[in-house]
């Protein structure tokens, strides 16, 4: 049950767990998660999307890269959220089968009105448990921004071995290694200090698979479900610059953390992270610009 009445800014079986030092498990992993995604519908893409490389590419870009154009594939973006991804790969390709499965209903809604009239299939469903696609039935899986938040991992990636072809390829784009962003810890460790005010565990268990987080951990782990794939990961750079409250807002998003803040403190945790972000200014300048960097990996998978 979750407590109601409590002042944070959110409230699920996941805050109210770690508030009492007990160690949230995975149902209360799922209730934090859908609580966010229902109070905030969308905010992924928000913030993802408005992140760029130097070429100008977003991460959602970036990962639909390795589906070839002008292939019939058959293609499942696994924990679709709002659409985006499969948006991007139907206005490529309108050739692709495409499938998309997400727990949270609210955001499916979005995908939904966003895809009309396209074909593509959404599903609602965990990713642990893909019943509803059949074995060797996918060429390509891809996962964008929500690896990391699932725990048990090893039901996800052996479903997903399940439905792949012997010759299928999964690709998913993960947290990228902190120190690959000068300063960037210091946005992380900002934004916690705040969280851990509202819930001093806060920080302590990490929501999802840790290992997913790592370069190395993340190919041993993945080593495991597919021994012999050809595994690599690669890191990149995506930044926003913009006026820094709209930049600080974004930053903030790519941070669950955040949301556990009630109104007041995350004002005060946005204006700090506004200055935190401020580029020096030129004096002739009216507003005042910020910029924010993140580090992002793209793990490939393919089966031979
Ligand atoms: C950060 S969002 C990413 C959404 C989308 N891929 C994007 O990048 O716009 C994480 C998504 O993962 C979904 N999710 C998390 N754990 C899941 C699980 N075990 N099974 C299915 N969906 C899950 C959430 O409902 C949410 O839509």
């Keep these: 049950m979750k407590n109601l009445k409590s002042q944070r800014g959110l409230n699920s079986i996941w805050t109210d767990s770690l508030a009492h030092n007990l160690r949230p498990d995975s149902n209360a992993l799922v209730d934090h998660l859908m609580t966010v995604h229902q109070k905030h519908t969308g905010f992924t893409e928000e913030c993802a999307s408005s992140c760029r490389d130097e ?24 924990a679709c959220g709002s659409g985006l991804l499969l948006k991007i790969l139907f206005d490529r390709n309108k050739n692709l089968n495409l499938r998309g499965l997400d727990m949270c209903p609210e955001e499916l809604e979005l995908a939904e009105s966003r895809l009309k009239n396209s074909g593509v299939d959404l599903i609602e469903s965990k990713a642990q448990n893909l019943t509803a ?13 929500a690896l990391t938040l699932m725990d048990p991992i090893a039901p996800v990636l052996n479903e997903v071995r399940r439905v792949l072809t012997p010759k299928g390829r999964f690709a998913a784009l993960v947290d990228g290694p902190m120190n690959a962003v ?4 210091d946005v992380h460790n900002l934004i916690y200090s705040y969280a851990k005010d509202e ?29 012999k794939g050809n595994i690599t990961i690669e890191t990149k750079v995506v930044t ?13 998003g790519f941070f669950y953390a955040a949301f556990i803040l009630k109104p ?22 009216f507003e005042r610009l910020g910029r924010f960097s993140m580090p992002i990996n793209r793990l490939l998978v393919d089966l031979i």
């Design 55 to 78: 070429t100008g590419r977003n991460s959602y870009e970036w990962l639909a890269e390795l589906v070839p154009v002008n292939e019939k594939l058959r293609v499942l973006d696994l």
């Design 133 to 145: 696609i059949h074995d060797n039935s996918i060429d390509i899986v891809l996962c964008h921004w």
């Design 182 to 185: 000068p300063r960037y810890a």
């Design 199 to 227: 819930i001093p565990s806060y920080g302590e268990v990490d929501l999802g698979d840790s290992r997913i987080r790592g370069r190395e951990s993340l190919s041993n782990l993945v080593h495991e479900t597919f021994p």
């Design 240 to 252: 926003i610059e913009g006026p820094v409250n709209q930049v600080s807002e974004i930053a903030a």
């Design 264 to 285: 007041e403190k995350r004002k005060l945790m946005l204006a700090n992270l506004a200055n935190m972000l401020t580029i020096p200014k030129d004096s002739t300048d």
